[in-house]
């Protein structure tokens, strides 16, 4: 592993520790009490990504198995037009959940999916792509859940000179 990259990553782990987070709400199933956190980063590997909602609190489920949906919004931009980056796949682990949807924000993302996704240029400037993520889980006790976004993209000057780097950002779900 290069150093550069492996500064680069010891440098991600800080500001992913480091960064206070927010939430936001949801849709289908029950709706968290409270939502705030966010999660930014800039200026790493040619690529800023940003996770709005990051942290949840959920009513408690009242007796068995309860149906719950909390989503969040991420973001990707190159740093500038002539630089390679690709989003190679994104996924929420740490927690059992019955299904995840991604859907696209704004026009930047039309037709494309955020699997295998190149960054756009627009007007030979960085497009902003941004999805809404909504997952859907079930949970019968009130013990404390955190999943992980992993975000696998590739990145670098030209695609030849690209690397490969993972970026998790915490999410925090309680009960009250």
Not at 146 to 170: C, F, K, N, R, W
Request: hydrophobic share 40%.
């Amino acid at each position: 592993m290069k150093k550069s990259t492996l500064f680069s990553m010891i440098i991600c782990a800080a500001l992913v520790i480091a960064v206070p987070v927010t939430v936001w709400a949801i849709k289908t199933g029950q709706a968290p009490k409270a939502t705030s956190g966010s999660f930014r980063r800039q200026i790493v590997d040619r690529i800023d990504f940003a996770v709005e909602n990051t942290e949840f609190t959920l009513k408690k489920p009242k007796s068995g198995p309860q149906d719950y949906t909390v989503s969040f919004y991420i973001s990707a931009e190159k740093t500038q037009a002539d630089f390679y980056g690709r989003i190679d796949s994104v996924r929420v682990t740490g927690i059992d959940y019955d299904n995840i949807v991604f859907r696209p924000q704004n026009e930047n993302c039309d037709g494309l999916t955020l699997n295998d996704l190149l960054l756009p240029v627009k007007d030979g400037e960085p497009a902003e792509v941004e999805w809404k993520a909504e997952l859907t889980f079930t949970a019968a006790d009130t013990k404390s859940l955190s999943p992980v976004i992993e975000i696998i993209y590739t990145s670098g000057m030209t695609q030849q000179t690209a690397d490969t780097h993972i970026l998790e950002i915490p999410l925090s779900i309680t009960f009250e």
